[in-house]
Structures are given as C-alpha cells and as structure tokens.
C-alpha cells in the first residue's frame, strides 16, 4: 500500500534522511518509531505530500504521492500541531470538509456526534488541544479514508476519549482495510495497536518488523546461580553480537540477548544455573535496545 524506497532528504548541508526505505501493508497498523531529531516528522510530511524529496520514490497504492490530489483525498494527516480556519466552528468546517473531500459521509458525521458531544457552534481555535484532536478525529475519521497519517495522535486526550478513537480507527482497519501509519513516544499505546513497526535512527530505517517477529528475535534472561556467576559469562558462552545488556545483582543476572531462543536457553543452560526464568518484553525495552548498539544505550550518569 505504502512504499518508500531510499528517500533522502536534506536541507542545505544538513542530511536528515538517507536512502530510507519503508512498506506498510494495506489493511495495518504501522508503528514508526524514533527517538527526537530521528526524522519521523520528515518522513512523515514526504509521505503526506507536503516535502519534495531530493531522491528515491514514495508511492501509495502504486501512485506517487506529491502533487497528486487525487491521491491526498485517500488521505487524513493529523498532526500534534492542529491548524483550523480561525473564524470556522466545527459545523462549517464539516460543511468545508463535505466540499473537498469526495467521499465524505454525511451520515457518519451526525453519528459521531453521540461519541463527540461537543457543541458544533463553537468556534474550534477557542477550544482546548484536547478538543481540538477531537474535532481532527471526527471530522477525518468522516472522511472515510484509506490511509490514515497520525503524528503524536491521541496526546491530549484522557483515557476514556483515547480509547474511544483507537475503537473508531481499529474498526475501520478490521472492516474497511484503513491502512495506518501512526509516529509516537507511546510506545505502551503503540504496542497494543500495531502489527508491524519502524524504528527509525539517524535518518534511516533500523529495523522493520511485524510486531510478534521483532519479539521473537529479543529475550530477556533471569538467571540465578548457587553462588558466583561463572568468571567469564556471558560472553564466554554467547556471541558478543547477541548480548545487548546485562544488569547483575549478586548472584542474579538479567540478561538482554538477541537470536533464537531455543538456541539461547541451551547454551545458558549448560552453565548450570539454579534459576532460568524467560521474561516478555515490551515495545519500550525492545526500542532501546535495538537501539543501543548506535550510541543510543542507556549509560551511567556520575553527577
């Protein structure tokens, strides 16, 4: 559906993507992640239209996306930073709305009233940022699009609207194949929406994944010994490419490994320890240690 293939972009001397590449599957909830300065706005206005990229191709359902309205009434982006006509109240920017989008539901936009109960009269800029993203999921959710492009989508929100919108958006990937591409520090949130996810460093795409495989290709060990831990491990046993972090506490060792995880458990099984224990691990800890082999790791701070 989406396809990105070694985009570069810089400004004057300054690179901030290089030969990034990028697929997101019609009908998926795609996760790019990034830490600040990574791109992931850039990357995002390329994907809206918005930037011309100096190199590479960024195509939705086979057609380029710049200068291509055809293509960008598919598509809603919303952004952390909202714009609205000042003088517009939400009934007259859904009116607006009805005029440029071709596939507008009437319909939908008076249902939606029941989960937005907001007074259509009010002028939006007068209204919070919270009510503001609500407007901005109301009336693009009534767009009945087929990409959905969200930076820093529900913050703002309180948890009851949040959960809300990611129903109202989860329903339409099951039922209409709405494909999203969705950029956010959430990375809790994330974890239980997305299938597939980015992470993005330094301008280009680290790692890209279906959720349940990136999971499978990082394991967190808690290992107990009877008394040292053997002089040596893990690096004595394991590839030193497959220990990311270790974290001791007397005679327990926590343990971040990447590589098959049968594999893993028989090698670490073979120093005979007395606790062997395999624990998940979260979108959050799978970020940082994917990227901690690029400087990025967390590291003791002496003040």
Request: glycine share 6%; proline share 5%.
């Amino acid at each position: 559906m989406i396809e990105i293939t070694n985009l570069q972009k810089s400004f004057d001397k300054f690179k901030v993507l290089t030969n990034l590449s990028l697929h997101v599957r019609k009908g998926s909830v795609y996760g790019l992640l990034g830490p600040n300065g990574a791109g992931k706005t850039t990357l995002i206005k390329h994907l809206t239209g918005i930037y011309q990229p100096d190199a590479g191709t960024i195509t939705i359902d086979g057609q380029p996306v710049y200068e291509n309205p055809a293509i960008k009434s598919l598509m809603v982006y919303i952004p952390d930073d909202l714009y609205f006509f000042s003088q517009y109240n939400i009934e007259e920017t859904a009116k607006f709305y009805a005029q440029i989008y071709p596939t507008w539901n009437k319909e939908r936009y008076e249902l939606l009233k029941n989960v937005f109960t907001m007074d259509t009269q009010r002028r939006i800029v007068r209204l919070s940022k919270g009510m503001q993203k609500q407007v901005a999921f109301w009336l693009g959710i009534c767009i009945m699009p087929q990409v959905m492009v969200l930076d820093e989508p529900v913050d703002g929100l309180d948890p009851v609207m949040r959960k809300k919108v990611w129903n109202l958006i989860l329903q339409d990937v099951a039922e209409r194949q709405t494909t999203v591409l969705v950029s956010s520090h959430n990375l809790r949130e994330l974890e239980d929406v997305c299938d597939h996810v980015g992470i993005l460093h330094n301008g280009t795409i680290l790692v890209e994944k279906e959720l349940d495989n990136l999971k499978m290709d990082l394991h967190k060990l808690q290992i107990a010994f009877a008394g040292e831990i053997p002089t040596g491990f893990p690096g004595n046993v394991l590839p030193q490419e497959a220990i990311l972090h270790q974290e001791q506490n007397g005679s327990v060792l926590l343990l971040i490994a990447k590589g098959e995880r049968e594999k893993l458990l028989n090698i670490v099984q073979q120093t005979n320890p007395v606790l062997l224990d395999l624990l998940p691990l979260s979108l959050e800890e799978i970020f940082i240690y994917e990227l901690g082999g690029t400087g990025y790791d967390i590291q003791n701070i002496l003040i």
